[in-house]
Structures are given as C-alpha cells and as structure tokens.
C-alpha cells in the first residue's frame, strides 16, 4: 500500500544531456524517455516532483548524500549500485559501446587505441569498461561530466574514441552527431528509477506501479516511439 506524501515535491535528479533519455528539444524543452516516463508515472500515481538537472555523476551523489529524492538518469542497475541505493524494475536495456569520429578510418578495435586517449563520462559504467579494459590495450582514459563534452573532445581529435551507452551513441550516431559505431555492443545493465536504500520507499513502490500501468495502458510504448521510431 503506497502512502505517498502528496503535499511534498519531490526532487529527482538526472544527467544533462544524454538524448533520447533527457535532452532539450528545439523548442527549449526538457524531454526525452525517462523524462516522459517520469511524467506520465506521476501522473499516474498522482505525486509531484520537480526534475534537476545536474550531471550525472553529480545526481548520483546528490542522492547518495540525500539532497535529492532520486535519479532517473539512464542510470544502470548495477549490482556495486544497489549496495547504496534501491532500483526500481528495470525499465529500459543498455549496454556499452565505442565511437570514433566519423571520418576515421584508422581506429576500428579496441588494438587501435594503443597510446591513445579515450573519452568516457565521469562514474559511468562506459567508464568503468573503459577502466576495465586499458592495461591490456595500453590506452588513457579521459574523463568528462556529460556526453556532449566527450563527443567534442573525439570530433575534435584530442581522444580518438567515446565510450558511451549503446541506445544514446547510436541514436546519436542516426542524429547526425558526427561520429560512428566501430564495435559490438558489450554486454550492460539495464536501466532503473533509483532512491536512497531504506528512503522514499514508497515512491519507489508508486514508480514501479505507475511503470506497470502505463506498460498495460500503451503510454510506455508511446513514449519510446516517440524517440525511437524509425518507419521512415
Ligand atoms: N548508464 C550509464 C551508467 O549508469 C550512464 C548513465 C549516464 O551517463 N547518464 O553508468
């Protein structure tokens, strides 16, 4: 039973630019899947909230030290995760991938990265394979706070190559972002809605309810074609 406290708002923290999941659109506005999801389940299960917009690596420490009520952000479910923090049913699948500027055609391998510079997002999981992976193919990793900064820092020849979850590189890479995919997808965490381990448990349990009734009800679907549809 949910006893959500409908006279609070609650703060939910997330990334700043991680297209489809949170972007500004052209219009100014602050969209995308899990920003609709997140509308949609409130409306659901009637609680209001207000989004913040902080970086990601900065949401997930923002909830870690209870300054804000929780992170919808792309954010994979992981099992180091879910010794701070509660996760709601998984709503979305990942995994990682590598991209390199789009008129490369020397880097197609993690071997071409020898000696190189990789940018990856500041306490992301793209980070921790990158992390995972540069002693054996002798490459420094680069940290930024967001995506588009990584991205520029490729196009612009500093790194010769982005580590970044596989539904924003390639829906990037479709958008005209101006880089490509060299590599198969690496085996990732699926996404979740996140709050404090033991705090807001029943807005976690309001989410997961919300999720379940907008799945039957098609507006979970409508959501993701919105941003993923390609019929064209
Ligand atoms: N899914 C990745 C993670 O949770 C990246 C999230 C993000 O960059 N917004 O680590």
Redesign the pocket.
């Known amino acids: 039973q949910v006893t959500l406290d409908r006279d609070k708002t609650y703060t939910i923290a997330t990334?700043t630019t991680?297209a489809p999941f949170e972007f500004v659109n052209k219009k100014g506005e602050f969209v995308g899947i899990d920003m609709d999801l997140v509308k949609a389940i409130a409306k659901d299960q009637n609680f209001m909230y207000e989004i913040k917009s902080v970086g990601?690596n900065s949401a997930v420490q923002a909830l870690e030290s209870n300054q804000v009520d929780a992170v919808i952000?792309?954010?994979?479910i992981t099992p180091e995760r879910k010794a701070k923090f509660a996760f709601s049913d998984p709503y979305f699948d990942?995994g990682v991938v590598m991209a390199v500027a789009e008129d490369d055609d020397q880097v197609t391998s993690y071997d071409d990265l020898k000696g190189k510079r990789v940018a990856v997002?500041t306490g992301?999981?793209?980070a921790t394979f990158a992390n995972s992976i540069k002693q054996k193919y002798d490459f420094t990793p680069v940290a930024f706070d967001d995506?588009d900064s990584m991205y520029n820092d490729v196009k612009t020849g500093n790194s010769v190559a982005v580590f970044d979850?596989y539904p924003v590189l390639a829906y990037g890479v479709k958008n005209g972002n101006g880089l490509k995919l060299v590599t198969d997808k690496e085996k990732g965490n699926s996404?979740g809605f996140a709050v404090g381990k033991n705090k807001n448990a029943d807005l976690l349990t309001a989410f997961n309810t919300g999720l379940a009734n907008i799945k039957t009800s098609g507006e979970y679907q409508k959501i993701q074609d919105t941003y993923l549809k390609t019929d064209k």
């Open positions: 990334d991680f990601f952000a792309g954010m994979s990942s997002k992301t999981e793209g995506s979850d996404y």
